[in-house]
């Protein structure tokens, strides 16, 4: 979904709010004692509930300040119970994007049952994206959405119901919706559970009602256009409260900084905003840059908040400096020199946002993906899970 050319500001305008730094400390640190304090039995039990014992990691697995093996060691060696297994969706998902590129931004498996004639892939009911359908639970997850960046997956996947198979939008909408906002907007996994509850990347679309919304949320309300039996609910007409739609905008805003000098004698350690890790190459005696890419932001624009919590998080990385280029561009004449050994040797967490970036990578941690050593993406989770689990062949 293209969007208007990333506008320029001082890098001093993207600071971070206190309310996302306090519910979100951008460091290590604090994401290590989050993985410490998470209880997995606890977990399993409350995940489905709002209020449930979830873990709140996802924004820090999102941009690599820690990482799924690591979170394994420390909750769940025996990589067994629920916990694990959600971490494994994770791992799913980037390599159906690692296999399958960017065909996993079209419908995978089929076109989006309930999709309207009239849905775009810019568009989203105006109740939806305001947060005004007069359902609690919906309307809460949308400010939770557009003020705190974090919303629980149950009630995203609430949101992503409604809105391709109750008003019938295009699941692309919702997607970039979620990205813009989302501080762990993953592109795989944000892109892959949108089209599983649509049902253009499972066989099975996901529906959920007022009686769903009510057991989980701990409420109740009665009435709604959701409390109807699941068969009206998909054939009956878009109810009036979703009938108007709006047009998104998400503007994006990059820092205005100087085009980036590179030293050519200096070993090059390039960063991209999945891979924050402070642990990486950390004894090299090397250049570091972290590199934004005006195209990315133009094709999947991110939010203010967002951006500003990843700038934060980037100062994990002692010395890491920050260039707003083209990676193609900036690097490939570089990594030619360096391969000629006329300058020093380029390197980059490999992830499959920046696969087209020139260069080596090193291997982003994984616990469960190394195991699938088939050429092509799974289908399914449960193929998946059934190879690299536990029980794994």
């Given at each position: ?60 697995l ?12 420390i ?90 198979h ?43 009602d ?6 989980f ?9 959701l ?5 009206e ?12 739609s ?21 070993p ?10 402070p ?13 934004l ?21 980037a ?17 490939s ?16 967490r ?44």
């Amino acid at each position: 979904m293209a969007s208007s050319p990333p506008s320029l500001v001082p890098v001093d305008e993207l600071t971070l709010r206190p309310e996302l730094a306090t519910a979100f400390p951008p460091t290590r640190a604090a994401a290590l004692e989050r993985v410490r304090s998470v209880d997995e039995r606890a977990y399993a039990r409350t995940r489905n509930h709002l209020r449930g014992a979830v873990s709140r990691l996802s924004p820090y697995l999102t941009h690599g300040l820690v990482s799924v093996p690591e979170v394994l060691a420390i909750i769940a060696p025996d990589a067994n119970g629920k916990f694990a297994q959600e971490l494994a969706w994770r791992e799913f998902f980037q390599l159906v994007h690692e296999r399958d590129g960017r065909s996993i931004f079209a419908d995978r498996f089929g076109p989006q049952p309930r999709r309207s004639t009239a849905a775009h892939p810019r568009r989203l009911p105006r109740a939806i994206v305001e947060g005004r359908t007069g359902i609690d639970a919906l309307d809460d997850a949308v400010r939770a959405l557009v003020d705190d960046g974090y919303v629980h997956n149950h009630a995203r996947m609430w949101l992503a119901s409604v809105t391709c198979h109750v008003a019938g939008a295009d699941w692309r909408a919702g997607a970039a919706w979620f990205l813009f906002h989302l501080l762990d907007g993953d592109l795989a996994s944000n892109t892959l559970s949108w089209q599983w509850v649509a049902g253009t990347g499972s066989h099975k679309p996901y529906l959920a009602d007022q009686a769903n919304l009510d057991r989980f949320s701990d409420r109740v309300q009665r009435g709604t256009f959701l409390d109807r039996p699941t068969a009206e609910l998909l054939q009956g007409p878009v109810p009036a409260a979703l009938a108007e739609s709006v047009e998104l905008d998400l503007p994006v805003t990059l820092p205005d900084l100087p085009p980036p000098r590179l030293d050519p004698d200096r070993p090059l350690l390039a960063y991209h905003p999945w891979a924050l890790d402070p642990t990486w190459r950390a004894d090299d005696d090397a250049e570091r840059w972290l590199l934004l890419e005006p195209a990315f932001f133009e094709l999947h624009p991110w939010s203010r908040d967002r951006l500003a919590w990843v700038l934060a998080a980037a100062l994990e990385v002692p010395g890491l400096r920050i260039a707003v280029a083209d990676a193609r561009t900036l690097l490939s004449e570089r990594v030619a020199a360096a391969a000629r050994g006329d300058a020093a040797a380029v390197r980059h967490r490999l992830h499959p946002a920046v696969a087209h970036w020139p260069g080596p990578g090193d291997p982003t941690p994984r616990a469960f993906a190394q195991r699938w050593t088939n050429g092509s993406a799974p289908r399914s989770f449960s193929a998946f899970w059934q190879r690299v689990g536990p029980g794994g062949r």
